[in-house]
């Protein structure tokens, strides 16, 4: 059975640190790229990053240079490190599984077949 589970949500202040990660199962990891999307109340979910089996990645412009996307094929995990966080990037944060290896269109939903449940990221003082 195909699982995406994630963690490592919670409450930190601005300009504070979390790790999110992504841990799947069910699928040949390695051969699908990986997705992070976001959800604040009353917003449409936005594409945060994505990384390829091989490590190619993208990113949203709005946290570049504060979030890193990496991947460990050996733990079937996807990590999202968070740094620098602002209050906007208070969210539901949700991982998914693209329909193929590569992150192409990966800021489109549609385009990948399988999400987590989603963690809670509050950055608030």
């Known amino acids: 059975q195909l699982q995406l589970v994630e963690s490592g949500g919670g409450l930190v202040q601005p300009g504070g640190s979390l790790r999110l990660s992504c841990e799947a199962s069910?699928?040949?990891?390695?051969?699908?790229?990986i997705g992070w999307f976001r959800q604040a109340p009353g917003k449409e979910r936005e594409g945060v990053s994505c990384?390829?089996?091989?490590?190619?990645?993208g990113y949203v412009d709005s946290v570049k240079g504060r979030f890193t996307i990496s991947r460990d094929n050996g733990k079937n995990t996807v990590y999202l490190q968070m740094n620098s966080l602002k209050s906007e990037d208070t969210a539901a944060y949700y991982c998914?599984?693209?329909?193929?290896?590569?992150?192409?269109?990966?800021?489109?939903?549609?385009?990948?077949?399988?999400w987590g449940q989603g963690t809670q990221v509050t950055v608030s003082s």
């Open positions: 998914g599984k693209m329909r193929g290896y590569y992150c192409s269109h990966w800021a489109l939903s549609y385009n990948y077949d399988y």
């Open positions: 069910g699928f040949t990891f390695d051969s699908y790229a």
């Open positions: 990384i390829t089996g091989n490590n190619i990645t």
